[in-house]
């Protein structure tokens, strides 16, 4: 149990730890959401780099959500944030005045 433990708050200390690397993606901030039926997803990135996740299943004043919180951390199109990983498949891009991203093969829009 000890060693259990020790791990789960090596693991805590080490992603808490690591630093955003915002500066270099500054067309991530903002918030983007992926609709579909009654599954949404969302994104915040802030300028400070701390990002948000969030998948929410329901409809009504019925659902449930998981989220996640984290430093933005971008490596080889995998975002981090928390112990969720993101494949990004395609950067932001703007097209007819609204921002899309593209990951998990799922399309965002920018609000």
């Given amino acids: ?3 259990a433990l020790l791990i789960l708050l090596a693991t805590f200390l080490f992603l808490s730890c690591e630093k955003s690397n915002i500066a270099e ?3 991530f901030i903002g918030v983007w959401t992926n609709v579909d039926a009654n599954l949404e997803r969302t994104l915040e990135v ?4 701390r990002s948000f996740y969030e998948e929410r299943k329901g409809s009504g004043n019925s659902y449930s959500a998981i989220s996640y919180n984290g430093p933005f951390v971008l490596n080889d199109s995998i ?3 928390g112990f969720k990983k993101l494949i990004v498949n395609e950067e932001p891009t703007m097209s007819g005045g609204t921002w899309y991203l593209v990951m998990d093969n799922r399309e965002y829009k920018k609000e």
């Fill in 1 to 3: 149990m000890k060693k």
């Fill in 25 to 27: 993606h500054a067309d």
């Fill in 46 to 49: 802030t300028v400070r780099g």
């Fill in 79 to 81: 975002l981090k944030i």
